[in-house]
């Protein structure tokens, strides 16, 4: 079965210094890797996909089929990063529903 | 263009009770997938339309049903509402059900069952 896994639910920093999310995941084959992001009082959205190599708002992913990982990664977070990002995967092995992490919480501070 | 839109946008309802809910896709979208976010539990789907058939489902009991309709809008049905089943439900909808380009999601219902 597929599964994402966000072992960080809440990741605190300072504005200006960078910022890493960690996504792990297990599917049996080629799987398609997002990152959702939901601001305060704001619908859930899509940041950025893996497979087209993008960079949003500053933030970019890695796709390591190695260690199975999707990390999030911003060199300079800002006060407007604060918010839930949620990993989430989907393939035609699980019939190309989206599963979701857990969630990571950040707040950066001022 | 119009964006993923669910009505009502708040519910109360009591135990036992059934509720039903409803999403417009964005225009051009036949693909539509609810999901069930809770505190405790995060986001878990619920099922998948793609032109008025459903495609997957979650591991859900059978209280909870959905279905599309030729335009691609999809309702979702709960009967016999539980206090479990407050959650905040989402809907989202996409191009196609592989979802390579990602899927857009509506602001929710709340459903609030005392």
């Known amino acids: 079965a597929q599964r994402v896994t966000q072992p960080e639910k809440l990741l605190s920093v300072f504005k200006g210094a960078p910022v890493e999310l960690k996504c792990n995941y297990s599917y049996s084959g080629s799987p398609e890797l997002f990152w959702y992001v939901q601001y305060s009082r704001q619908r859930l959205q899509l940041l950025l996909r893996?497979?087209s190599r993008e960079s949003i708002k500053g933030f970019t992913a890695d796709l390591n089929k190695g260690e199975t990982s999707f990390h999030l990664k911003k060199p300079f977070a800002q006060e407007e990063d604060s918010a839930m990002y949620y990993c989430a995967l989907s393939g035609k092995a699980a019939g190309n529903k989206l599963t979701f992490g857990g969630g990571t919480r950040v707040l950066v501070k001022p | 263009k119009a964006g993923v839109t669910q009505t009502p946008r708040y519910l109360i309802k009591t135990r036992g009770q059934q509720v039903t809910l409803s999403c417009s896709p964005i225009s051009g979208h036949r693909s539509v997938s609810w999901y069930q976010q809770t505190p405790g539990q995060g986001l878990q789907f619920l099922f998948e339309y793609f032109s008025e058939t459903q495609r997957n489902k979650g591991n859900f009991p059978g209280r909870f049903s959905g279905r599309q309709f030729s335009n691609s809008r999809s309702e979702m049905n709960v009967s016999t509402l539980e206090l479990g089943d407050s959650a905040l439900y989402l809907c989202?909808?996409?191009?196609?059900?592989?979802?390579?380009?990602?899927?857009?999601f509506g602001s929710g219902t709340r459903l609030t069952v005392v």
């Open positions: 989202a909808s996409s191009l196609e059900p592989k979802g390579a380009y990602g899927y857009t």
């Open positions: 893996h497979i």
